[in-house]
């Protein structure tokens, strides 16, 4: 799969350039809709037998890339694919950073098919893999990974998405002694900063959607760190709906494991907007655009940024 990995960045790629006409536009619809479009078509000219896990939508939502649809020219590996091809609708559509083309994949039946309800998250980068427990409390998972990067829980910075919801988890972090960065938009970003040194994230943790849990998980388990999630069903149509996407206990602790079962498996994303790891699709003004992309695979360990110029036809 690792020989493919060029193809998938040429994926986000294409899926960044259409998207970014609409920044800053108000139509979070369109720009979804065209950068969704640019990613089915590259998608499918890629020697695979693809097979979207992680979508955008059912068999009844076109034209989003829905569970269940096949992409590829069906020559190749099978692949199970995780997408999101414009995470940050509204980050773009309002002109504001983070915006990003996702796409993460592992071989056949090795990704977690979680459907689109919301997710209990915890994510740490290497220093801190095998230290943390969705089931344990605030207070022990912050000792564990103050401890595992030998620093007082007073020295740990945790990146929180900023929701109501959390009122209460930002108020306890910080009786705790630790300092905590809030974010608007895009958890699958500040789950992979706790991965990257320069960002100085020691933690993530909260609740959002479970797709960008799965493709968080996909990024961390290339890079060495660790994720652990719960889903939370909200009434018994998505209980229902977790049973039948195969998930027999709705409600347990997922590790790493659960979630991604192969290390054989890959993480692109590239910037629409300028954010905290990525910066966005630039013009020169002329015939050219400049995309950026962060490039990390199971196979080939670490990570990589990739500078393109791509020149308008």
Same mark, same amino acid.
């Given at each position: ?52 896990? %992680? ?17 590829? #020219? ?33 071989? !056949? ?7 689109? %309800? ?44 900023? !929701? ?10 910080? #009786? ?64 229902? !709906? ?16 659960? %979630? ?32 950026? #992309? ?20």
């Amino acid at each position: 799969m690792n020989a493919l990995l060029f193809d998938f960045i040429n994926v986000t790629e294409k899926a960044a350039l259409a998207a970014y006409p609409w920044i800053g536009r108000g139509e979070k619809n369109d720009a979804d809709g065209a950068s969704t479009q640019a990613m089915r078509d590259k998608l499918n000219l890629i020697n695979m037998e693809g097979k979207i896990v %992680i979508g955008e939508g059912e068999l009844d939502e076109a034209p989003m890339l829905y569970i269940g649809e096949r992409v590829g #020219s069906g020559r190749g590996p099978a692949i199970d694919i995780a997408v999101d091809p414009l995470d940050g609708t509204t980050l773009i559509s309002k002109g504001q950073g983070n915006s990003i083309a996702v796409i993460a994949g592992a071989p !056949r039946g090795c990704l977690l098919h979680a459907p689109d %309800i919301y997710m209990q998250k915890i994510a740490v980068g290497p220093k801190s893999a095998g230290k943390i427990d969705l089931d344990a409390s605030l207070f022990q998972n912050l000792k564990a990974v103050a401890e595992a990067n030998e620093k007082k829980i007073s020295e740990l910075n945790i990146i929180i998405q900023d !929701r109501e919801r959390h009122e209460e988890l930002i108020r306890e972090i910080r #009786s705790l002694g630790a300092s905590v960065t809030l974010f608007h938009d895009g958890d699958v970003i500040a789950s992979i900063a706790t991965a990257i040194n320069k960002l100085e994230f020691d933690m993530f943790i909260g609740t959002g959607g479970a797709p960008e849990g799965v493709v968080s998980a996909v990024a961390l388990a290339c890079l060495g760190g660790d994720f652990q999630g719960r889903l939370l069903p909200a009434n018994k149509q998505e209980y229902a !709906r977790c049973i039948k996407m195969g998930i027999s206990n709705p409600t347990a602790k997922l590790t790493l494991n659960d %979630i991604v079962k192969s290390p054989d498996c890959f993480f692109v994303a590239t910037g629409v907007t300028d954010g905290l790891l990525l910066k966005g699709v630039s013009s020169n003004g002329g015939r050219m655009l400049t995309s950026h #992309s962060f490039v990390t695979s199971g196979a080939a360990g670490g990570y990589q940024f990739v500078k393109t110029i791509h020149e308008l036809v």
